[in-house]
């Protein structure tokens, strides 16, 4: 098997130690605060750590947060001591951005570590500078041989398990940590914008969930500040920060980042919101997501940009990031026998086509927010992801998702992979057209992994319109089982620079392995 080495070289073991000393000797804004003071005096600081995102061969995305406003100056360098650093010149950060920013870099050596640091510097003094925040990521292989790992999980803070000190907070980042990954994939729900955070939740045993809570957590977030403050809220957790610090991200949304299974144009009946106009908070989400994760995504004629976009990562892998929320159409029991608009919309279907077409790479992850053939219902009639029970020909979503198999089928394109999180289990499926009611599609599997910090749930029913067959699970038999109750999941994928082959590991947290399975390149079914 050939790889990289996955274990930290001394030069960067060095640095994230400086990282994140530096990153724990920052206080936070105290639990509760909405905004930076402006009056405050000394230097600006980073007090929310540093985050990379959608990296590629050459190009990367730094985020930042400051306490005031400030100018964003990167530097970077193929060593920890910074010799020969070029520097980047980012952006003013101020209230319009809630004081976050990114600074794009460009011309990165492929296959390569890189270290970078973060100076904030007072705008009206630029004697006046803050402490560097220092961290460290990979760039995507120019070359076959070298190889890719990453993760992927989602789910974090949900059903009112937020950061418990008790346990150590989100520790399960920490672990993932540890693996070294080339980036981490998040496959939505990264915060519960309609979960409240409550100080503390007795569990089934009696014992005591206790959580960090802030101001913005008391309710449904509802207005921009809320929003953000949901955001803000995961990174008062120092495994996160020091997770981000290491590892650079890909990350989608799903519906918690706005509210419980909405979808565009939903009028709310529900008594918690003053705002019943689902698309006017889902605008909210959206902008505070932008500005609190570094995601490079095109702008569109609004200026509010779009979330599906595809992050090259070399030879071996593309990840095809599907946004299965903002474009469907409204849930209802599916049954519908012709429907254009589905679950992705007419012209994100267009571009994921266009994209996989054109894609070389020997993998290509669809890494979609909902599960395909997992029913997963929005009250007592109507369906919130794909399936819908109904086990023939395909109607409603199924209908586009039947027309994209075709499509990858007749275009001959190998190598595609789902993967998911948001049923709060972790599984297995393959899906066959021997076994399906619809039956002009290539074999391929679906992985399903999550939650990282929520309420686990019982295994959903499967729809057999594509032939899923459930080799594996493992999920509790009630309800919202707490982390302190059962470990947290996440997935691992390994790509082999040699063979190609992929091989897929479930994992649980505390380290145990719970399935794998290795995918060969260039063959359908495996």
Request: net charge neutral.
């Amino acid at each position: 098997m050939s790889y990289r080495p996955r274990v930290p070289s001394p030069d960067r073991r060095s640095v994230l130690r400086g990282s994140l000393a530096a990153s724990a000797a920052l206080t936070l804004p105290v639990v509760g605060a909405s905004a930076p003071a402006f009056a405050l005096s000394g230097r600006p600081r980073a007090a929310w750590g540093v985050q990379v995102g959608d990296v590629t061969s050459s190009s990367a995305l730094v985020w930042v947060r400051s306490d005031r406003p400030a100018r964003m100056v990167v530097e970077t360098s193929a060593t920890e001591s910074f010799r020969r650093a070029r520097t980047w010149h980012g952006p003013l950060l101020g209230p319009g951005s809630d004081f976050t920013g990114t600074t794009p870099l460009y011309g990165l050596p492929p296959g390569e570590q890189v270290h970078y640091r973060v100076t904030l510097i007072d705008p009206q003094d630029p004697r006046r500078s803050g402490k560097p925040v220092q961290g460290t990521f990979r760039t995507a292989p120019a070359r076959r041989r070298d190889g890719v790992r990453f993760l992927w999980s989602g789910d974090i803070a949900g059903q009112g398990w937020g950061i418990n000190p008790d346990i150590g907070g989100y520790v399960v980042y920490d672990e993932m940590r540890r693996l070294d990954p080339d980036f981490f994939l998040c496959s939505g729900d990264n915060i519960y914008a309609d979960g409240v955070i409550e100080p503390s939740v007795t569990l089934p045993d009696g014992r005591v969930w206790r959580n960090v809570t802030t101001e913005e957590k008391s309710k449904v977030a509802e207005t921009l500040a809320e929003y953000r403050g949901n955001f803000r809220y995961n990174l008062l957790d120092r495994n996160l920060r020091e997770f981000n610090a290491q590892v650079p991200s890909i990350v989608q949304w799903d519906d918690h980042e706005v509210r419980n299974n909405w979808y565009p144009g939903q009028i709310l009946d529900d008594a918690r919101y003053s705002e019943k106009d689902v698309d006017v908070l889902a605008a909210r989400s959206m902008r505070a997501f932008r500005e609190y994760f570094p995601v490079s995504t095109p702008h569109g004629p609004s200026g509010d940009g779009r979330m599906h976009r595809v992050v090259r990562h070399g030879p071996l892998l593309d990840v095809f990031v599907l946004d299965m929320r903002s474009f469907r159409n409204a849930n209802s029991p599916g049954r519908q026998a012709d429907d254009t608009t589905g679950i992705l919309g007419a012209e994100q279907l267009r571009w994921l086509k266009h994209e996989l077409s054109r894609s070389r790479a020997v993998w290509k992850v669809i890494a979609a927010d909902m599960p395909l053939g997992l029913v997963v219902t929005d009250g007592a009639t109507d369906f919130e992801a794909v399936a819908q029970g109904d086990p023939g020909a395909p109607l409603g979503r199924e209908l586009q998702i039947a027309e994209l198999l075709r499509f990858i089928k007749h275009r001959r394109i190998t190598g595609t992979v789902w993967l998911t999180a948001d049923v709060h289990y972790t599984s297995a499926q393959h899906y066959a057209p021997e076994r399906a009611a619809f039956k002009d599609f290539a074999p391929f599997w679906e992985f399903v992994s999550g939650p990282l910090a929520a309420g686990q749930f019982p295994a959903n029913a499967l729809d057999a319109t594509f032939g899923p067959d459930r080799v594996f699970v493992q999920a509790p038999d009630r309800a919202n089982v707490s982390p302190m109750e059962s470990p947290q999941y996440f997935g691992q994928v390994d790509i082999d620079g040699d063979s190609g082959e992929l091989t897929v590991r479930l994992r649980a947290q505390g380290g145990a392995v719970l399935f794998s399975k290795v995918l060969r390149p260039g063959r359908v079914g495996q």
